[in-house]
């Protein structure tokens, strides 16, 4: 594997974006885009009821309406197996996953699809989903995480038995998985503390707020071969998806990704892409299924819910003893929260020699929640560093210094099982001791306008995975690159220009593009901040599987052997080959033009599956002002810091920082699902579900730490995910600096700062 | 033998211990001698035949995608995990 070690010249450059024209002049095609011949509209009717029986669903007025082609329900896919297999990096029981496509016998959430039309046109399909009849049983809907695990609470999967390593629960009940973590022995370690602090906390469900709605388009060809456009992070795990839901031969499915507005994890799994396939096979005709926003909110994957409660011990030299955990995840109608994500990650920076967590899987009558940025780990983060905070306060330590003694050293056992490699947890928190915003004065305010400053650790395991890339040279010299990630954040631009300096060409020479699933090789989803990485790794790859070839090609031209011929992929002469038989050179470009007399078509190929990737510690600082009058809490300064690897396209990683931190800001202050005693949601639009806006965020300062992950030919991590982590916990922490009362819900809403002042 | 470490909820099976030897080629031929000594072991560690799909086997530090066909050697550790998804 080649390992530039002179100075990059593409890497660590600030070029634009691949796809900036395209997306700017508004060529890029979206899913909603998407237009065939004769394509028909779907639409996708969906329960007002959180919990009910489904006695009946009688179509027929329905299909009856003129302009009504299909009108499908559970009934037009075949049974599903009981079975959970691993689809690109998330867990899928296809049984589950049928129910929530069409509700079988029962709806478990407000939203949940019942059955889908296509028409003629989209006022038609949504004139014809009044004319379905359905006839409910009404039963009572579960909603807090608590509740559905109480003993009596109303049952979401009559059949579900909680599952642990302990074994199987004898009686049914809403929790459908437990586990634990243990490590040394906690009571000792507690026993040993001078200081111990333990509080609950609550989180609400968010979304994750991507701007496209998930929309699809399907075609049947007439020999059978079914393809389907689709918004997604992962075209390959949809693949399997309709695979498996219609019962139809992976092979005679294509699966095209579009452009995609936003994901963050909720573009895993397919919500209409079904739906449109079943629709376009009754109707005869290319069927388009685009949610509203309000579909979005109600039924697709938001970010769990959560009750947690952590206590802490620590001596008063500051050296933590002993952490006990508890994290409760709502996992949403079927099971799959990610609860094992948010106990690898809360407390991943600390040495904690004795602790013990406890983490549970609970269904709820809300949405079956899926990823989001870091799933489970701003949560739990959440609820660790308040702690963190609070037992440094109690001991009269600097909360950076008291995380400083306690941090998390390479080859230190995890409270996981596993250990951390090559981190820089320390690197990271001393970035943040010496950083400016932490040293400058900060004005604490008089009156009603209170400020303080807090900072958060934050962590993500980050992901390798399989990866495939395509680079094939072109008669004039440049190179065509294919990728089968998904780009969500820009990556066909990072991913050519780990190409482009492999082989010693300047990145106008590379070509990128998103293949299928029809013309790429399999590739995960893009999600687990794992694409610069780890398609980074194909790509440089299948450079040097290109310059073995040109070696081939350029003996072939001077008539010498290949090992005559060296390639300079370095300095003034990089992109030069040269000959040692009679000492002349020629270019890439001049081997190039030569392919057609050389053999012909000449392509490297990069398929790998990373099986080792490394960890990202990040950290914010936040300064804020609370009006202690209306509870309203205003950002003064944010900053974050997180250490990348290496940064293989500064502007995108910084922007990742600054988009993480927004995300978080949101959860910290703003965002939550709200449900009446009923479970109907009641803010499913932008209006009521606020996201921060640039009026609520500052200018977000970033320190990038480049600190390598050593197994990656240029050092690369992963960034996407750890910028989300950090920033609740930061503001919480500030917010109790400035008012002095610890705060235990998100979000931080005015009326939740109030009430946590006994004001209200 | 191969190390295996054992998960707090399953140290009943093994009079508290946290790690036990196991010997076999594979990890599924491990399971299959700690099942013997120890009763119930591989049960709860599977689904069916296969691994629960909640858990990743991690074999020498490294996550195994082939699961209970990985090769284990002699002294080989062996751990069982949640499984993980990233956004």
Redesign the interface.
């Known amino acids: 594997m080649i390992t530039k070690t002179a100075e990059h010249t593409v890497i660590g450059t600030r070029p634009p974006r691949a796809d900036a024209f395209e997306k700017v002049v508004g060529k890029a095609v979206f899913g909603p885009d998407v237009n065939l011949p004769r394509m028909a509209y779907g639409r996708i009717l969906r329960s007002p009821h959180a919990h009910a029986r489904i006695v009946r669903i009688d179509p027929t007025r329905a299909e009856a309406l003129d302009g009504v082609y299909a009108v499908a329900t559970a009934a037009d896919l075949p049974e599903a197996a009981d079975r959970?297999?691993?689809v690109?990096?998330?867990?899928v029981n296809y049984k589950y996953m049928r129910d929530n496509t069409f509700a079988g016998d029962k709806v478990l959430y407000h939203g949940h699809p019942i059955a889908a039309v296509a028409a003629r046109t989209l006022q038609i399909a949504e004139q014809a989903l009044e004319l379905i009849d359905v006839e409910y049983e009404l039963l009572d809907p579960v909603l807090d995480v608590r509740q559905a695990m109480a003993a009596d609470a109303p049952l979401l999967h009559e059949g579900m038995h909680t599952?642990?390593?302990?074994?199987t629960a004898d009686t049914p009940s809403n929790v459908a998985?437990q586990?634990?973590?243990?490590q040394g022995d906690p009571e000792q370690g507690f026993a040993q503390a001078d200081v111990v602090v333990e509080r609950a906390f609550e989180t609400a469900m968010v979304h994750?707020g991507y701007i496209e709605p998930h929309a699809a388009t399907a075609a049947w060809d007439a020999d059978g071969t079914l393809t389907v456009y689709t918004t997604t992070q992962g075209a390959f795990d949809i693949r399997s998806q309709v695979h498996e839901l219609l019962g139809y031969p992976l092979s005679k499915i294509i699966v095209v990704p579009t452009e995609v507005g936003g994901a963050?994890?909720?573009k895993?799994v397919g919500y209409v892409e079904v739906p449109a396939a079943v629709l376009a096979r009754k109707s005869g005709r290319p069927v388009r299924v685009v949610m509203t926003r309000e579909e979005v909110f109600l039924a697709s994957g938001p970010s769990s819910g959560t009750w947690m409660r952590v206590k802490m011990g620590a001596t008063r030299e500051g050296r933590i003893t002993a952490a006990e955990v508890e994290l409760c995840y709502e996992a949403g109608a079927y099971p799959g929260s990610?609860v094992?994500?948010g106990?690898?990650c809360i407390l991943a920076g600390y040495d904690i020699p004795n602790a013990?967590l406890d983490?549970y899987d609970v269904v709820v009558n809300k949405p079956r929640v899926g990823?989001?940025?870091?799933?489970g780990a701003t949560q739990s983060t959440f609820a660790g560093e308040a702690v963190i905070d609070e037992l440094a306060e109690k001991l009269g330590l600097d909360p950076v210094e008291f995380r400083l003694r306690n941090i998390a050293t390479n080859g230190m056992p995890r409270l996981?099982?596993?250990?951390h490699?090559h981190i820089a947890a320390r690197e990271v928190m001393e970035a943040v001791r010496d950083h400016p915003h932490y040293n400058a004065p900060l004005e604490r305010g008089t009156g009603i306008l209170r400020r303080g400053r807090g900072v958060g650790l934050a962590y993500?395991?980050?992901?390798g995975a399989r990866s495939s890339v395509t680079l094939e040279v072109n008669a004039d010299g440049t190179v065509s690159m294919l990728m089968g990630s998904v780009d969500i954040t820009g990556t066909r631009t990072s991913i050519a220009m780990q190409a482009a300096e492999t082989l010693g060409l300047s990145l106008a020479h590379i070509n990128p593009a998103m293949g299928n699933t029809q013309t790429s090789g399999y590739s995960d989803a893009s999600?687990?901040?794992?694409t610069t990485m780890a398609t980074g790794v194909a790509a440089v790859k299948a450079a040097e599987e290109v310059i073995a070839k040109m070696h081939e090609r350029a003996a072939a031209i001077w008539v010498c052997e290949p090992e005559q011929v060296a390639y300079t992929n370095i300095g003034p002469d990089a992109g030069t080959f040269t000959c040692s038989r009679n000492d002349e050179t020629m270019t890439f470009a001049e081997v190039a033009a030569k392919l057609g007399g050389t053999g012909g078509a000449l392509r490297g190929q990069g398929d790998v599956?990373v099986?080792?990737w490394g960890g990202a510690f990040g950290a914010n600082i936040a300064d804020v002002e609370v009006d202690i009058e209306t509870g309203s809490v205003r950002l003064l300064r944010f900053t974050a810091v997180q250490n990348v690897g290496k940064a293989i396209r500064p502007g995108q990683v910084e922007g990742q920082l600054r988009g993480g931190a927004t995300q978080g800001i949101g959860w910290g202050l703003y965002e939550g699902y709200a449900y009446d005693g009923q479970g109907h949601m009641l803010n499913a639009n932008f209006l009521d579900y606020k996201l921060p806006t640039a009026l609520d965020v500052p200018a977000i300062e970033t320190e990038i730490l480049e600190i390598p992950w050593p197994e990656h030919p240029f050092g690369v991590r992963g960034v996407g995910?750890t910028p989300i982590v950090g920033p609740p916990a930061a503001i919480a922490n500030a917010v109790y600096d400035a008012i002095g009362v610890r705060q235990g819900f998100l979000p931080m809403t005015p009326a939740r700062i109030l009430e946590s002042m006994g004001i209200i | 033998m191969a190390n295996v470490s054992v998960p707090s909820l399953m140290r009943d099976l093994t009079g508290g211990e946290a790690s036990v030897d196991g010997s076999g080629a594979t990890v599924a031929e491990v399971l299959h001698d700690l099942e013997a000594r120890y009763p119930g072991f591989a049960q709860r560690l599977l689904v069916g035949d296969d691994l629960d799909p909640a858990l990743v086997v991690v074999v020498d530090d490294r996550p195994a995608p082939l699961g209970l066909s990985t090769r284990v050697r002699v002294d080989s550790r062996i751990r069982f995990l949640p499984a993980v998804g990233g956004g």
């Open positions: 959970t297999e691993r690109g990096e998330g867990n599952r642990s390593l302990a074994g998985s586990f634990q973590f243990l994750q963050f994890g909720g895993n990610p094992g994500a106990a690898n013990r983490g990823a989001y940025r870091a799933p996981n099982g596993g250990f490699e993500w395991g980050n992901w999600g687990g901040s794992r599956n099986r080792r995910e």
